[in-house]
């Protein structure tokens, strides 16, 4: 049973535009997510979390909005940048309960195209 | 940011040997450290997390007499696939997580290729 889901495998996007990534969780005890970023062969780096209290949180190019009520968060990208080019993976925890354990969902490809 | 050392990056092995992964959080002290592992096109998936001079907890299914995980210090685990198979060929990724903070800094990772 997948408790997160990033149902699109790959998104492709002009240069300059916006990037929309997906997820949606299933677990209602998860209170913070996270977005990490991956290239081939590397570790995931991370880019930006949001806690359960809020609904939107801002760094620089990067924003990730969260739904609670639909169970979905999303990370916006803009503008977009040949760099950005990576695999993307939500994460979820449930902190509030002593555990700081992550669950990932698959990863969505994202491909920024100059 | 906080930085997560995975050594080595690489290793290639005959079946039947035992394997040496270290994780090492360069720039802060890591109470608690999680051993993934990932499959092509696949998530990460959690194999064990380990805290500092306890003994790690394993996930279901993942054989704890085989991936034997140390954490001697706040700075430094180690996963030792034991008496490796071609099966046990896989990306391993380590994380550390820093103080209370919900957040993983992952190594680089290790590409283990069991022949």
């Known amino acids: 049973d997948q408790q997160v889901k990033q149902n699109s495998p790959s998104l492709s996007v002009q240069e300059g535009r916006i990037s929309i990534l997906n997820c949606d969780y299933t677990?209602?005890?998860?209170?913070?997510f996270l977005w990490y970023k991956k290239y081939p062969a590397e570790g995931p780096t991370f880019l930006i979390s949001i806690s359960s209290i809020k609904d939107k949180n801002e760094d620089g190019r990067f924003t990730v909005f969260l739904n609670k009520s639909a169970k979905h968060l999303s990370l916006h990208i803009v503008p977009s940048q040949p760099g950005d080019s990576a695999v993307y993976f939500c994460a979820a925890s449930a902190g509030g309960a002593g555990s700081y354990q992550l669950t990932f969902g698959k990863g969505t490809k994202l491909s920024v195209i100059p | 940011g906080a930085v997560v050392s995975q050594h080595p990056s690489r290793v290639i092995c005959k079946s039947g040997t035992s394997v040496k992964i270290e994780c090492r959080s360069l720039d802060f002290q890591a109470t608690t450290m999680f051993w993934y592992r990932q499959f092509p096109k696949k998530s990460l998936m959690l194999m064990a997390t380990s805290n500092e001079g306890s003994k790690a907890t394993y996930e279901q299914g993942v054989e704890k007499d085989k991936f034997l995980i140390n954490h001697a210090s706040l700075t430094l685990s180690t996963l030792t696939v034991t008496s490796a198979h071609p099966e046990d060929s896989s990306f391993y990724i380590c994380?550390?997580?820093?103080?209370?903070?919900?957040?993983?800094?992952f190594g680089a990772g290790t590409r283990l290729s069991v022949l």
């Open positions: 677990n209602s005890m998860f209170d913070y």
């Open positions: 994380s550390a997580r820093m103080g209370d903070r919900n957040i993983q800094y």
